[in-house]
């Protein structure tokens, strides 16, 4: 079974920092584009950030730039999202996801079930 | 960064009903990375269409995705008890992505 299964969430003081985990399971991790989104409460759909199969191409929303890291472990089959200097409008259900990227087309194909950050 | 403008807000429609989702786009957005989802409470959101107009896998052909440049249309053909959910359009491109702040499709 394809699954994403996040971890590491919890409530934190601003100022403070956080490393979320995706450990991927039944699919070739190493080969996929991988993105973390989030949602504030009450709030729509956030893109945070992609990372290229190689763990090398990064990008971010102008928001989070020099604060939260997204990194991989294509061995341990594993995404991460390192949070530094957190604030209180970081408080969000944080999902990683799957990206489906072909010449057909683009979307994120499978999530989590998310893990809560609190910043307060 | 384009912004996706999501209309109408909230879609009261009564289930057999046809369901017409906007999403406009600041700027041309290339069709092969726009994006739909499904979303509903205590759940991850669901992939619907990808390429603007591709049904991801599984998703029943009532979902139909169209449009092209900066204007893209989901329709629901006929309502189902299981589509009452909050739906957003996605873009991808130029090293960056967003989402439209979504359309609540509520049961009349």
Redesign the interface.
């Known amino acids: 079974e394809v699954q994403l299964v996040e971890s590491g969430g919890g409530l934190v003081q601003p100022g403070g920092s956080l490393r979320l985990s995706c450990a991927a399971s039944g699919f070739t991790f190493s080969t996929y584009w991988m993105s973390w989104v989030r949602q504030a409460p009450g709030k729509g759909l956030e893109w945070v950030a992609n990372i290229k199969q190689d763990g090398i191409e990064k990008y971010y929303v102008d928001s989070v730039k020099g604060r939260l890291t997204i990194s991989r472990d294509n061995a341990k089959t594993a995404l991460y999202l390192q949070m530094n200097s957190l604030r209180a409008e970081d408080t969000a259900l944080y999902y990683c996801a799957r990206i489906y990227h072909s010449s057909s087309g683009y979307g994120m194909d499978v999530w989590g079930q998310g893990t809560t950050v609190t910043v307060s | 960064?384009i912004v996706l403008t999501q209309s109408p807000g909230t879609l009261s429609l009564s289930p057999g009903e046809r369901a017409t989702l906007s999403c406009r786009a600041s700027q041309t957005v290339t069709s092969?990375?726009l994006?739909w989802?499904q979303?509903k409470p205590g759940?991850?959101?669901?992939?619907l269409?990808?390429?603007?107009s591709?049904r991801?896998?599984g998703i029943p052909d009532r979902f139909i995705g169209s449009g092209s440049g900066t204007d893209f249309t989901l329709t629901i053909s006929r309502l189902e008890p299981e589509d009452f959910a909050?739906y957003?359009c996605?873009q991808?491109g130029s090293?960056?992505?967003?989402?439209?702040?979504?359309t609540k499709v509520e049961i009349k």
């Open positions: 960064e092969s990375y994006a989802y979303h759940q991850a959101p669901r992939l269409i990808y390429g603007a591709s991801a896998t909050v957003y996605q991808y090293s960056s992505s967003t989402f439209g702040q979504g």
